[in-house]
């Protein structure tokens, strides 16, 4: 095996010219936790840790690596170490839990993710979540498409397919069972060698229970899930990548608590096609749809073409995607200078013959 099992091509190679420097190698991260990377070369498979280098220039946690991403390492006896991130072709995300406007970077180099839900009751599928993940799928520059897991417990699976198709305009929809092995031939057909794929969802929606089906075996903990509640207990607490038999690779994401946007409103406008269609009609091209003149939302809203629910989804997630850029942009500012001091520093430090290494200023 080789690298390009993993993912790697030649649109990345290109892309890796400026980064990569004589000696280093390249290495895909398939594991990650607590300061230590699992990473890959098609080979071997080694844990790795960040040179100090590489934690000087990085002054956002979305700067580490995340599973999926490749890098650029050393050898240092039998241990890699990382010196650089490669760029990334895509890169999803949310909003970090708490207050600060920072970027949690979940996965990365996805080609497709997979939005989960079971279809088993209780609250195992919800259109506002399907939205807000859509949005986040859309902004991460990967493909959405949905699963609707545990179809062999709806009564009425259709009703479902048609909330999503409602919340999710032309995203492919996949009915599954990983139970029965219902829809997982037509699932298996989407998934390209060399692609990367990804599930993503709350816990108790069988993530793992499919992984293990399309496996055919079980390497993947499952738990079971309360009936008073239907909810799961969170079984998958890292990010793993895996190589199926057909050489297509799987990530799974432990199961979402929250789901705050990480997006701008271009990724917002990208998930509501159908207002998006109308907002080109408007009279004028700044129109916020909330009662301008000439409004072709608003006219839509009125004559019943357009959904009031979904319009009112639609301006909330702008508001919430203009109103986390806006204080991004104030705290990206900040954490640039402190990145270039901590990078100044080194360099003054490496004229001087200095062998210590110098702390580097938080970015908290």
């Avoid at 599973?67 to 050898?75: K, L």
């Avoid at 409602?166 to 298996?188: D, K, M, N």
């Avoid at 297509?248 to 998930?271: F, H, T, Y």
């Avoid at 942009?329 to 110098?358: H, L, T, Y």
Wanted: glycine fraction near 10%; hydrophobic fraction near 40%; charged fraction near 25%.
């Amino acid at each position: 095996m080789s690298i390009a099992d993993w993912g790697w091509d030649q649109a990345f190679e290109s892309n890796a010219q400026a980064t990569m420097c004589e000696g280093y190698g390249i290495r895909r991260v398939i594991g990650q936790g607590r300061g230590l990377y699992v990473l890959t070369d098609g080979d071997s498979t080694r844990q790795a840790v960040l040179s100090g280098a590489f934690s000087y220039r990085a002054a956002l946690p979305s700067d580490y690596p995340v599973t999926g991403d490749f890098v650029a390492c050393r050898e240092e006896g039998e241990a890699w170490v990382i010196e650089a991130l490669l760029p990334r072709r895509s890169l999803l995300s949310r909003k970090a839990a708490g207050e600060k406007e920072e970027r949690q970077a979940l996965a990365a180099n996805v080609d497709t993710v997979f939005l989960a839900f079971a279809l088993d009751g209780g609250r195992g599928f919800l259109s506002r979540l399907l939205e807000r993940l859509l949005i986040l799928v859309n902004d991460s520059g990967a493909a959405p498409a949905i699963l609707l897991n545990k179809a062999d417990l709806a009564e009425n699976p259709g009703q479902y397919i048609e909330e999503a198709e409602a919340a999710a305009p032309g995203v492919p929809i996949f009915l599954v069972s990983a139970r029965t092995g219902q829809g997982l031939e037509q699932l298996r057909s989407h998934l390209e060698p060399g692609k990367t794929y990804s599930f993503l969802g709350k816990s108790g929606v069988g993530k793992s229970s499919l992984i293990n089906a399309l496996f055919g075996k079980d390497i993947m903990k499952t738990s079971e899930i309360r009936d008073q509640d239907k909810r799961g207990r969170h079984t998958t607490s890292s990010r793993d990548l895996f190589l199926l038999p057909g050489g297509a690779l799987l990530m799974d994401n432990p199961g979402l608590r929250e789901a705050a946007l990480w997006a701008d409103e271009r990724s917002v406008d990208e998930s509501f096609p159908e207002i998006s269609a109308l907002a080109a009609e408007c009279r004028f091209r700044d129109c916020g749809h909330s009662g301008e003149p000439g409004c072709a939302v608003q006219e839509a809203l009125v004559d019943g073409r357009l959904d009031y629910r979904r319009y009112e989804s639609y301006l909330e997630y702008r508001r919430e995607a203009r109103y986390h850029q806006m204080m991004s942009n104030g705290n990206a500012q900040r954490v640039e200078r402190i990145r270039w001091k901590a990078i100044s520093k080194s360099i003054r430090n490496m004229a001087k013959g200095r062998d210590d290494p110098v702390p580097r200023d938080s970015a908290e």
